[in-house]
């Protein structure tokens, strides 16, 4: 079984892209273009890491990530922003992201923190059980 991100962003082709982009590592990816979609989708499984965009259609991504946190879920969650502010950064860090990221994304970056939530999560759940 694939490891599972999933990605949270309002806008349908930046969805689609950075799924493609991630899709070239052999990874699973789920797509969202609300909060609620993603917090409803938690009620049935959860990623192996979640990028997040910091203003979706209905919420903003700091109270998506503040809902997962009062769920006591440990996801590593990598934030963007289409525009960068310093307070945005630091409170979503306190809220227990992992990352905040300004787009335009540049995709070896985010490639290479998506693959640090993967690690993470795989340390947290070194054992996984695969379906014969």
Do not use: N
């Not at 689609?16 to 797509?31: F, I, K, P, Q």
């Not at 999560?121 to 695969?130: E, G, I, K, S």
């Amino acid at each position: 079984m694939a490891d599972t991100v999933w990605i949270a962003d309002p806008d349908r082709e930046v969805r689609e892209s950075l799924a493609t982009l991630l899709r070239t590592t052999g990874v699973e990816v789920e797509t969202f273009g609300t909060g609620e979609a993603v917090l409803r989708r938690l009620r049935d499984g959860r990623p192996e890491c979640l990028v997040l965009d910091i203003e979706l259609a209905d919420m903003s991504g700091l109270e998506v990530l503040l809902r997962i946190r009062a769920r006591h879920l440990d996801v590593p969650v990598i934030v963007l922003a289409s525009y960068a502010d310093v307070s945005l950064a630091v409170c979503a860090l306190h809220l227990g992201a992992m990352d905040f990221l300004e787009k335009p994304i540049v995709g070896r970056v985010l490639l290479a923190r998506v693959q640090e939530g993967l690690g993470h999560a795989q340390a947290r759940f070194p054992v996984r059980v695969h379906a014969s």
